[in-house]
């Protein structure tokens, strides 16, 4: 395993990565960075001064198989490679056929985890509450953090610390004939304007089921 991030200073290199590097949740692992033991768990920040001494080595864990969302990672990761050498970054591809979490589980319990962890938003709240991960707040900047979708900081925030950011947040659609609604006297809306309530639409479930 690569340095733990709370080893490295990376200033505008961490926040490339952090803002644009792997789908679900990108998040800064806690295995034990400042140079205690390496199994123990910690809540410290992370340590995003600006500083590097060398080329600081970060491997990201990701556990898609071959698909456009892994090309792009791969793109993004050459691209950022590339472009600059105080930072150096590896991808790792989970095998498949071991459950994914297992996988971070057992890491995180031998002090192993990587750098960089990209998994599911909702599993970041367990993640952040058993300390497994560190909080990212110090590698954001504020024009960074007011980029960002309201809902992709409220996803990756836990207990006031933000300890994630997912690369893009995901819409639910709903399609219904027209003819169907005014068949059951129901309301089609025209817009945003007099989009149907909570209630209304729980109603209007009922209704059609």
């Known amino acids: 395993m690569k340095a733990p991030l709370g080893d490295v200073g990376w200033g505008h290199g961490r926040r490339a990565l952090v803002s644009g ?3 679900g949740a990108l998040l800064l ?3 034990g960075g400042g140079g205690g033991d390496r199994g123990e768990w910690t809540r410290t ?3 995003c001064d600006g500083r590097i001494e060398g080329t600081a080595q970060v491997t990201v864990w990701f556990h898609a198989g071959p698909s456009a969302e892994y090309n792009t990672l791969l793109r993004q990761v050459h691209d950022f490679n590339k472009a600059q050498r105080e930072v150096r970054v590896e991808v790792v591809t989970l095998p ?9 589980l057992s890491a995180a319990a031998s002090g192993d985890l990587p750098d960089l962890l990209d998994f599911d938003g909702p599993r970041l709240y367990s993640h952040a509450w058993s300390g497994r991960i560190k909080p990212i707040d ?3 900047s504020d024009g960074l953090r007011k980029d960002l979708l309201a809902s992709i900081r409220q996803q990756g925030t836990y207990a006031g610390r933000l300890y994630g950011i997912g690369t893009f947040d995901s819409g639910l659609g709903l399609y219904v004939r027209p003819s169907v609604l005014k068949k059951t006297g129901i309301r089609v809306p025209q817009g945003v304007e007099d989009a149907w309530t909570a209630r209304e639409f729980t109603d209007i ?3 059609l089921r």
């Open 138 to 140: 110090s590698c954001l």
């Open 96 to 104: 498949e056929q071991r459950p994914y979490n297992e996988l971070v």
């Open 29 to 31: 692992a806690a295995c």
């Open 21 to 23: 590097l792997v789908a």
């Open 205 to 207: 479930l009922r209704t």
């Open 45 to 47: 920040d992370t340590t």
